[in-house]
């Protein structure tokens, strides 16, 4: 899921995990309705859902051991009698490529990246199903985001996790995912396999945003669409289509009305292309 | 952390808890024939009216006015800070019950408080203890509510309901011991601020009733004496004075310990000359550095952040720093701008702006350059634009701070339209909270254009922005400088905006530039492994997955001995550890420091 | 402007709910109120009598009737008699509330006009000779209690050296050279300990101001430095200083209880220590009352003062 701030990504991910109550419409996951559930089925619902942050240095409590804090997951849903905890996060830890000696560290000992790890692993403590990335290499530098890139591919298809990946970072997007849904203003744009959607771009907004991404080919770059101006408030936005305001192509027609998401495999919100 | 204050206050606790074992006369037991008699062997400090022993009846009262504080503000304490964790953390209801009433009691000033409940349910200690408890609660709860809505937004507390964990277990184990430290230091200040008001409500005489021994009642009782026996009124001021001394230093330390804050503050600061001189080869460009070395003194001993950089920018002419954290890169633009923080300073190198060498100037000559030949854009516009000014005064204040006498209100709308903001007029009125990142970020660059410079240095002046603005904010960057022939250092971590922007690029490795050269040469074919591994991790649409770097940077204090990247090189051989390697020429303009740059 | 409205509601509701908690105080404090007033010998009280004072305090009507009156008669400012010498609580209050208002005002100015300059000038120099200094002065004004510094002092230029006298008041109308002579030593105890406190938070502000990054563009800007200290850091710093300033007003007004008795000023703290002496409820009501709104508007005219030094907060 890319966008860019006020997109409305990071409440999707939310959302998705039942942190936040949805206004409207249907969340389910293996087949529960989130916002029905009882607060039982909830809890155990969430052990099948995790979420890795973006933050490497406040998603883990300053005052206890990594390990303590790993082994929460543990003891929360009762998985492994307590004996069994200081086993489970040494391999928990090795499985991140950690040391089970690095369960008596607290978090400042570690690096960005190694944090990162260990935020991984706390989320995996639990054999979740889900794995929602909310930005998870946003904060490190390129070479470590490479590491943890490879650690979340490896990951999902050693442990056949689902991912929710949510990014601003289009490159990151193009090697991990296999769909992606382009958000605007909190709508969605654009949606299909990421190859697809990465070669013939429909949307105008996901055409600006490829073509605005610096490159490292910058020679053999597609001819650059500059946006104008700054996204609209989320708080108001415009009536019809919510990037209009930028667009490149508007007609007069796109403020009349909402297009609706249209395609099968490949979907596009775009009067222009319907 | 400070000790001193904690065995001042031990001493005087213990003192307290230990009357009752000394030997020393009752407190009450009068002699009224030897009322306001001096000092005696019997009576180190002397009696008092009543012909009591002074010394008795001052650490009685110790025992007294600390019991009463420490017991009002334990409960205060206990009560307040579950007042405040409850509304902290259930809000609704729970948080407007809790929190407006304390925002109540705090419309009471807290002695006027005092003499109200005093009023209705007369003096004494067992009275006093609940007032000062409930004189103290507010902070208590403010404290606490404080800490919980913190702690609430850290991520860490949000990890803790993504596992599942309970409002009970999420609140004992994590919210408490992070609020911990503040609420130590509310108790802390409390007990002083009790003893203070103890003593004063006894002092008139609404407090601790007499004959039981207090400060304030022992000051109040000497002042009809003070002529006859001044020392009688000292002994008690005295102990009262360093009691709470005593009390308010263990507050500082205990703050101090909970809330670290920097131990140092930025200035502005002209580096030592202590250059050797020698003969210096004829400037090159704008922007001319030469060898230059940044030394941090820290307890672990001096560590170079930044060492013998030597980099060159002509006019018109874009050169990219490029670096992970940890580099040096950010420090080595702040050395230029001689922006570094207090605790950095130059320890060698030279610095040569059009021929003119910044390191020998005095600070009023700097000064003229500063944001006139040579300006700046910062990383983060919101934290670099003054909240309180509107934007139109901070754009003309960096134009009368070099021509005082030019139309600054002309130059600022017309420099605003040249930046792209759309209706300056309305604009220039704006405080910085009004507009948006990347609108803030073309104020910025407004004032630093607004002098004419030749040379521009913008250190990630597009990491905080969105991609599309990154975009605009380029482009415009771009623009100008091509309009007004600008030499621009360009600071970032990011390759592609590198290869999007940079004429010539420098990348810099754990304080040292480790392969420089056109930014089309080094990109095509890296001479040094570091700029290939680099350019293998940056994630790039049509190339192949991006490749990690194992291994971290090495800490500045323990840099290795030969070729600072040897530890996580592919390539390391024994020689790589010998010495550290000179930069070597692969052609002219493009140089490696990599001893084996022609076999890798 | 809908911020400044928000700010004046709230006051008001404030005012109104202090106004309710006084009263609850009142009526619902163990055992009634006038049979206390009336015990005070030790003997039993005359039932005749207590009927009486119960009716003389409105306390036979129903109490919701009580609260209506008490609050009807407080928007008209009527506060009630006093017990000990009938006359209107409203009028005693009138006559000491300016003199201890100018009181706090002479304390506070002196705070302002010491304790700034001094606060930017230590965290100028920090750790330099100056700052040690005035830091280890402002820790001993702080662990001074208030009435300690007004004793010794009334020992020291009253008693010993007989510079000034002991205490006492000349209304500003009569002498108004005896006046400010009197009025010196109270506001000088008074703004000793607050100067402190305003010192103490002006040298953090500043420090902390200081290693923000709009210091560092100003300096890039080539801004003269004397310029950016007065444009930049003392502005943002002036925040945290109303904050704290107005955070020990509260303190400040129940120092003046203190200070009003060590140097027999005849303020309106004073009159409430008689009062509550006297067990004068109306006029500790009243007095209560009032200095809680005074508290409540000052809190007001600091959040005022913010909109005018933060343009953030005005939204």
């Known amino acids: 899921m890319v966008g860019e701030s006020g997109s409305g990504k990071s409440t999707i991910g939310r959302l998705a995990l039942g942190l936040l109550p949805a206004t409207a419409g249907r969340i389910s996951f293996a087949g529960t309705e989130l916002a029905t559930a009882a607060p039982e089925a909830l809890r155990t619902l969430r052990r099948r859902m995790q979420l890795v942050f973006q933050d490497p240095y406040g998603s883990l409590d300053p005052r206890r051991t990594v390990g303590a804090q790993i082994a929460d997951a543990l003891s929360i849903h009762a998985l492994l009698p307590k004996a069994a905890h200081a086993a489970r996060v040494g391999e928990l830890l090795a499985q991140v490529g950690l040391a089970p000696e690095h369960a008596g560290r607290y978090p400042h000992a570690f690096s960005g990246g190694q944090r990162q790890r260990i935020g991984i692993a706390r989320a995996l403590a639990t054999g979740p199903d889900l794995l929602v990335a909310d930005e998870p290499v946003s904060a490190l530098d390129v070479s470590v985001q490479a590491q943890v890139m490879a650690l979340l591919a490896d990951l999902r298809a050693r442990l056949g996790l689902a991912m929710l990946f949510i990014s601003h970072d289009l490159p990151v997007v193009r090697h991990l995912c296999d769909r992606v849904i382009v958000l605007y203003l909190g709508r969605v744009m654009e949606e299909g396999p990421t190859a697809e959607v990465f070669a013939r771009p429909q949307h105008p907004y996901t055409q600006a945003l490829l073509s605005a991404a610096p490159s490292l080919h910058a020679a053999q770059r597609r001819t650059r669409i500059l946006l104008q101006g700054d996204p609209p408030s989320p708080a108001a936005p415009p009536s019809g289509c919510v990037f209009r305001t930028r667009c490149p192509q508007a007609v007069p027609a796109c403020a009349t009305s909402i297009p609706p998401l249209l395609g099968t495999t490949h979907r596009v919100a775009c009067i222009n292309q319907a | 952390?400070?000790?001193?204050?904690?065995?001042?206050?031990?001493?005087?606790?213990?003192?307290?808890?230990?009357?009752?074992?000394?030997?020393?006369?009752?407190?009450?037991?009068?002699?009224?024939?030897?009322?306001?008699?001096?000092?005696?062997?019997?009576?180190?400090?002397?009696?008092?009216?009543?012909?009591?022993?002074?010394?008795?009846?001052?650490?009685?009262?110790?025992?007294?006015?600390?019991?009463?504080?420490?017991?009002?503000?334990?409960?205060?304490?206990?009560?307040?800070?579950?007042?405040?964790?409850?509304?902290?953390?259930?809000?609704?209801?729970?948080?407007?019950?809790?929190?407006?009433?304390?925002?109540?009691?705090?419309?009471?000033?807290?002695?006027?408080?005092?003499?109200?409940?005093?009023?209705?349910?007369?003096?004494?200690?067992?009275?006093?203890?609940?007032?000062?408890?409930?004189?103290?609660?507010?902070?208590?709860?403010?404290?606490?509510?404080?800490?919980?809505?913190?702690?609430?937004?850290?991520?860490?507390?949000?990890?803790?309901?993504?596992?599942?964990?309970?409002?009970?277990?999420?609140?004992?184990?994590?919210?408490?011991?992070?609020?911990?430290?503040?609420?130590?230091?509310?108790?802390?200040?409390?007990?002083?601020?009790?003893?203070?008001?103890?003593?004063?409500?006894?002092?008139?005489?609404?407090?601790?009733?007499?004959?039981?021994?207090?400060?304030?009642?022992?000051?109040?009782?000497?002042?009809?004496?003070?002529?006859?026996?001044?020392?009688?009124?000292?002994?008690?001021?005295?102990?009262?004075?360093?009691?709470?001394?005593?009390?308010?230093?263990?507050?500082?330390?205990?703050?101090?310990?909970?809330?670290?804050?920097?131990?140092?503050?930025?200035?502005?600061?002209?580096?030592?000359?202590?250059?050797?001189?020698?003969?210096?080869?004829?400037?090159?460009?704008?922007?001319?550095?030469?060898?230059?070395?940044?030394?941090?003194?820290?307890?672990?001993?001096?560590?170079?952040?930044?060492?013998?950089?030597?980099?060159?920018?002509?006019?018109?002419?874009?050169?990219?720093?490029?670096?992970?954290?940890?580099?040096?890169?950010?420090?080595?633009?702040?050395?230029?701008?001689?922006?570094?923080?207090?605790?950095?300073?130059?320890?060698?190198?030279?610095?040569?702006?059009?021929?003119?060498?910044?390191?020998?100037?005095?600070?009023?000559?700097?000064?003229?350059?500063?944001?006139?030949?040579?300006?700046?854009?910062?990383?983060?516009?919101?934290?670099?634009?003054?909240?309180?000014?509107?934007?139109?005064?901070?754009?003309?204040?960096?134009?009368?701070?070099?021509?005082?006498?030019?139309?600054?209100?002309?130059?600022?709308?017309?420099?605003?339209?040249?930046?792209?903001?759309?209706?300056?007029?309305?604009?220039?009125?704006?405080?910085?909270?009004?507009?948006?990142?990347?609108?803030?970020?073309?104020?910025?660059?407004?004032?630093?254009?607004?002098?004419?410079?030749?040379?521009?240095?913008?250190?990630?002046?597009?990491?905080?922005?969105?991609?599309?603005?990154?975009?605009?904010?380029?482009?415009?960057?771009?623009?100008?400088?091509?309009?007004?022939?600008?030499?621009?250092?360009?600071?970032?971590?990011?390759?592609?905006?590198?290869?999007?922007?940079?004429?010539?690029?420098?990348?810099?490795?754990?304080?040292?530039?480790?392969?420089?050269?056109?930014?089309?040469?080094?990109f095509g074919a890296p001479k040094h492994p570091y700029t290939a591994a680099l350019l293998k991790s940056a994630p790039d649409e049509d190339g192949p997955p991006p490749e990690g770097i194992p291994g971290i940077v090495p800490a500045p204090h323990a840099l290795p001995p030969g070729c600072t990247f040897a530890p996580r090189c592919t390539h390391r051989t024994p020689d790589c550890d010998i010495a550290r390697p000179p930069l070597a020429d692969v052609e002219p303009g493009w140089q490696t420091r990599c001893v084996r740059w022609r076999t890798v | 402007m809908a911020w400044l409205a928000r700010r004046f509601g709230i006051s008001f509701v404030l005012i109104w709910v202090v106004a309710s908690i006084v009263f609850l105080a009142i009526r619902f404090v163990p055992g009634d109120p006038a049979e206390l007033l009336l015990s005070q010998g030790g003997a039993a009280p005359d039932p005749g009598a207590v009927a009486e004072l119960r009716e003389q305090l409105g306390l036979d009507r129903p109490v919701w009737s009580q609260y209506l009156g008490d609050l009807w008669r407080l928007a008209h400012f009527d506060l009630g008699r006093s017990m000990q010498d009938d006359s209107p609580v409203v009028e005693a209050i009138s006559r000491r509330l300016p003199r201890t208002l100018e009181l706090i005002a002479a304390a506070a100015l002196m705070a302002v006009l010491i304790g700034i300059p001094a606060g930017t000038a230590a965290a100028l120099r920090r750790g330099r000779l100056f700052d040690r200094l005035a830091s280890a002065i402002a820790a001993l004004a702080l662990a001074v209690p208030i009435f300690v510094v007004g004793t010794l002092m009334v020992m020291l230029f009253a008693q010993t050296l007989r510079w000034v006298p002991a205490g006492g008041y000349v209304a500003l109308a009569r002498d108004p050279a005896q006046h400010l002579l009197l009025l010196a030593m109270p506001a000088v105890t008074i703004g000793l300990g607050l100067a402190a406190v305003v010192f103490r938070m002006t040298r953090a502000a500043v420090l902390d101001v200081m290693l923000r990054d709009y210091i560092r563009t100003a300096h890039a800007k080539g801004v003269a430095p004397s310029r950016v200290l007065r444009h930049h850091v003392v502005r943002n710093a002036l925040m945290p200083v109303v904050t704290v300033l107005a955070l020990h007003m509260g303190t400040l007004l129940g120092g003046t209880v203190l200070v009003e008795y060590v140097f027999n000023w005849p303020g309106l703290s004073g009159l409430l220590v008689s009062a509550v002496n006297a067990r004068d409820y109306p006029e500790v009501v009243g007095i209560v009352l009032v200095i809680s709104i005074l508290f409540v508007g000052l809190n007001l005219l600091v959040d005022i003062i913010y909109g005018l030094i933060d343009p953030r907060v005005r939204r």
């Open chain 2, 1 to 522: 952390m400070n000790r001193a204050p904690i065995y001042g206050v031990a001493i005087i606790a213990a003192l307290a808890l230990a009357v009752p074992l000394l030997p020393l006369p009752a407190p009450v037991s009068m002699d009224v024939a030897h009322r306001l008699a001096g000092p005696s062997a019997q009576h180190w400090l002397g009696q008092d009216e009543f012909g009591r022993d002074v010394l008795s009846r001052l650490l009685w009262g110790a025992r007294v006015s600390l019991s009463v504080a420490l017991f009002s503000a334990a409960i205060a304490c206990i009560v307040g800070t579950a007042f405040g964790v409850l509304g902290g953390f259930l809000r609704g209801i729970v948080e407007i019950l809790t929190l407006r009433a304390v925002d109540v009691l705090l419309c009471f000033p807290p002695l006027l408080l005092a003499l109200l409940v005093v009023t209705l349910a007369g003096p004494g200690a067992t009275t006093l203890v609940p007032v000062l408890a409930l004189v103290y609660l507010p902070g208590f709860t403010r404290v606490a509510y404080a800490g919980v809505l913190t702690a609430r937004s850290q991520d860490y507390v949000e990890a803790m309901r993504v596992l599942g964990a309970g409002r009970l277990r999420i609140m004992l184990r994590t919210i408490l011991p992070n609020i911990g430290g503040p609420v130590l230091v509310q108790i802390s200040l409390s007990t002083a601020s009790a003893v203070v008001l103890e003593s004063g409500l006894s002092f008139l005489g609404l407090g601790v009733v007499p004959p039981a021994p207090s400060w304030g009642l022992m000051i109040g009782a000497a002042r009809a004496t003070m002529v006859q026996a001044p020392l009688l009124l000292l002994w008690p001021c005295l102990a009262l004075t360093v009691t709470i001394l005593a009390m308010n230093a263990l507050c500082d330390a205990l703050r101090d310990a909970v809330d670290p804050h920097p131990a140092w503050k930025p200035r502005l600061r002209r580096t030592v000359d202590a250059l050797a001189p020698g003969l210096l080869p004829a400037p090159a460009g704008v922007l001319d550095v030469r060898d230059l070395t940044v030394a941090i003194d820290t307890p672990l001993g001096t560590i170079h952040p930044v060492r013998n950089i030597s980099l060159y920018v002509e006019a018109g002419e874009t050169l990219a720093l490029v670096g992970e954290s940890g580099s040096g890169k950010s420090m080595t633009s702040l050395a230029i701008s001689g922006l570094l923080p207090q605790a950095a300073r130059i320890s060698s190198g030279t610095i040569r702006l059009s021929g003119t060498d910044l390191l020998r100037l005095l600070e009023p000559a700097l000064r003229a350059i500063r944001g006139a030949a040579a300006a700046m854009i910062f990383q983060d516009p919101s934290s670099s634009l003054n909240p309180v000014h509107r934007i139109g005064a901070q754009i003309a204040e960096a134009i009368r701070a070099h021509r005082p006498n030019a139309d600054a209100a002309a130059e600022t709308l017309s420099l605003l339209r040249r930046v792209g903001i759309p209706d300056p007029e309305r604009r220039a009125r704006a405080y910085p909270h009004e507009l948006s990142g990347g609108m803030r970020q073309r104020v910025m660059i407004a004032i630093a254009i607004a002098n004419a410079p030749s040379l521009l240095i913008a250190d990630e002046p597009t990491t905080a922005l969105d991609v599309t603005i990154q975009a605009q904010i380029l482009t415009l960057l771009a623009d100008l400088q091509r309009e007004r022939g600008i030499a621009l250092l360009f600071i970032t971590h990011s390759l592609p905006v590198v290869a999007e922007i940079a004429d010539r690029v420098a990348v810099m490795y754990a304080g040292e530039i480790v392969e420089t050269g056109r930014t089309a040469d080094v």
